[in-house]
């Protein structure tokens, strides 16, 4: 049995970034979500829920800050209210309600909101039907239906995407030494296009 509490102890920030901290190992926004959600469901006697959408799993600092929510419990119960969000309107209400309540958001607060819209945006990709976006320590991967062809259209007309090769059943990009924001930034051009081509496709 998993309890918020222990949860916070063991760190947020942690669990989410690039540090490690002895035998801790740092997982995705998404595996911290699902470890969230098995917590309350067990706490709260709730049903599990089975939800198919892409999997976000990047190595890079996306949390909320003690210096921004100090209080454990209050901070536990915006990460749900987080992993509830289930549309990029929805989070733009959400991110504006941070920014009034809590002032201007940290830089790990601000990837962690883009990390979700991400996850939004890569789910709504139904024509490619991406399962997983996840960072090792060679680079991105797009785990995703999207067939060569198709690609090499969207990377013909987007000079942006020069660095995503792709594989078989993967899009790959080397991150080298970039930080959480060049990855960030990588990918959303990277769902920028897809989304154009999706709707050239289905027009």
Known sequence: QIALRDLEIRGVGNILGEEQHGHMLAVGY??????????????????????????????????????????????????????????????????????????????PVKNLLRLVRIKLRASELSEFKISIIRSDGQGIHVETTLERKIWANCQLKNQGLARWQFGRGE?????????????????????????????????
């Open 30 to 107: 998404d595996v911290y979500m699902q470890l969230l959600e098995e917590a309350v469901n067990d706490l709260q006697s709730v049903e599990e829920k089975t939800v198919e959408n892409t999997v976000v799993d990047l190595s890079i600092n996306a949390f909320i800050p003690d210096e921004w929510i100090g209080d454990p419990g209050h901070k536990m119960e915006q990460y749900k209210r987080l992993a509830g969000v289930l549309s990029p309107r929805e989070l733009d209400l959400f991110s504006e309600e941070w920014a009034d309540r809590y002032g201007k958001c940290p830089a």
């Open 171 to 203: 899009l790959s990009c080397p991150r080298g030494d970039w930080g959480s924001e060049q990855q960030l930034d990588a990918i959303e051009r990277l769902l920028s296009a897809l989304e154009n081509q999706q709707v050239a496709l289905t027009a």
